[in-house]
């Protein structure tokens, strides 16, 4: 046996609202979508660099209000990113933890968390 991946799956409740913050203010690629139908909920995965998630407007998938960690390095690099963006509904600190981790919080319009995470080298500046 050998576990490859984890792709968490996010509820997401208006398709618009998912690709101005997924898409176009953290910078994820669609990789795909689907649909039952063309009325029904959409189901996609998007990707950034090695990172997947899945995307879910289905009622039975997963609860609304969850949290995930993404470990990265480059953190200051997409904090910078992300402020030079102006996205009218996020303005995300660099917080340094008592974990020695610089950590960049972000609520998506879900009410789902993502927490970009990077081991310190040194202390937080500025």
Same mark, same amino acid.
């Given at each position: 046996m050998n576990l490859e991946q984890?792709?968490?799956?996010?509820?997401?409740? !208006?398709?618009a609202k998912a690709r101005e913050f997924y898409v176009d203010f953290l910078g994820f690629n669609?990789?795909?979508e689907h649909r039952?139908?063309?009325?029904?909920?959409?189901?996609?995965q998007i990707s950034k660099g090695v990172i997947r998630l899945h995307l879910s407007e289905h009622h039975g998938d997963c609860s609304p209000?969850?949290? $995930?960690? $993404?470990?990265?390095?480059?953190?200051?690099?997409l904090h910078k990113d992300?402020? !030079?963006?102006?996205?009218?509904?996020?303005r995300p600190?660099?917080?340094?933890t008592p974990w020695n981790t610089?950590?960049?919080?972000?609520?998506?319009?879900?009410g789902n968390r993502i927490v970009f995470s990077e081991p310190m080298s040194g202390k937080l500046e500025g």
């Amino acid at each position: 046996m050998n576990l490859e991946q984890l792709v968490p799956i996010l509820r997401i409740f !208006d398709e618009a609202k998912a690709r101005e913050f997924y898409v176009d203010f953290l910078g994820f690629n669609v990789d795909w979508e689907h649909r039952f139908e063309p009325d029904m909920p959409l189901y996609m995965q998007i990707s950034k660099g090695v990172i997947r998630l899945h995307l879910s407007e289905h009622h039975g998938d997963c609860s609304p209000g969850s949290a $995930i960690r $993404i470990e990265m390095t480059g953190i200051r690099e997409l904090h910078k990113d992300l402020l !030079d963006k102006k996205y009218k509904y996020a303005r995300p600190g660099l917080e340094e933890t008592p974990w020695n981790t610089l950590e960049c919080r972000i609520g998506d319009p879900f009410g789902n968390r993502i927490v970009f995470s990077e081991p310190m080298s040194g202390k937080l500046e500025g």
